[in-house]
């Protein structure tokens, strides 16, 4: 019994700093992104309105990525390895990276970022200010491939059943920071 305990304390000990890694890789990829597209918002003032929200689930990767594989020779030297990573049913939530990015620092881009909203929460403002330029941001569970130094990760905004737009975005580590490489398969309604 005593050797079964080591043993999950040892499987413990190797897989925690694996999930630490990447959930500090997707803090760097969320404040990437949040950079990008919070800056031209206002700082949050009682009483603003905010017109761009974060939802706080992850978007699973669907088929749309094997659409975006096709159209690039990058990504279909590494299409194995993404393909694996397409999942539709997954359950999961930015707050462990949204907490990484904003405890202690990035104060200055936290004052821009509201609290995460559910779809339900976001429609609610929407229909209490009846405003069109308000958008979720909504943002998909990052795909990581090239030995953890790239990444694929879908970037959505949501404004009503009409108004939408959206891409990929094709991201790598160099020298450890997270860069824009491109922007691929942008469509908009």
């Avoid at 939802?55 to 990767?61: D, L, V």
């Avoid at 949501?158 to 160099?174: D, Q």
Wanted: glycine letters at 4%; aromatic letters at 12%.
């Amino acid at each position: 019994m005593k050797h079964y305990y080591l043993k999950i304390l040892l499987v413990f000990l190797l897989i925690s700093p694996v999930a630490l890694a990447q959930e500090t890789d997707n803090a760097a990829i969320l404040k990437i992104i949040f950079s990008k597209y919070y800056k031209e918002e206002k700082v949050i003032a009682k009483g603003r309105l905010q017109l761009l929200s974060f939802y706080c689930k992850k978007a699973p990767n669907n088929e749309e990525v094997l659409e975006v594989i096709s159209k690039s020779d990058f990504l279909k030297k590494n299409a194995a390895e993404i393909k694996k990573q397409i999942i539709i049913g997954i359950d999961e939530d930015w707050s462990a990276a949204y907490n990484i990015l904003f405890d202690n620092q990035n104060q200055y881009l936290k004052s821009k970022v509201n609290n995460c909203l559910s779809l339900e929460e976001f429609q609610a403002v929407y229909a209490q200010h009846g405003e069109n330029n308000q958008r979720l941001m909504i943002i998909s569970k990052p795909i990581y491939f090239g030995g953890g130094n790239n990444a694929l990760v879908k970037v959505a905004f949501y404004r009503s059943i009409e108004h939408n737009s959206g891409s990929y975005l094709l991201l790598e580590k160099v020298n450890g920071i997270w860069t824009i490489k491109d922007y691929l398969n942008k469509w908009a309604t």
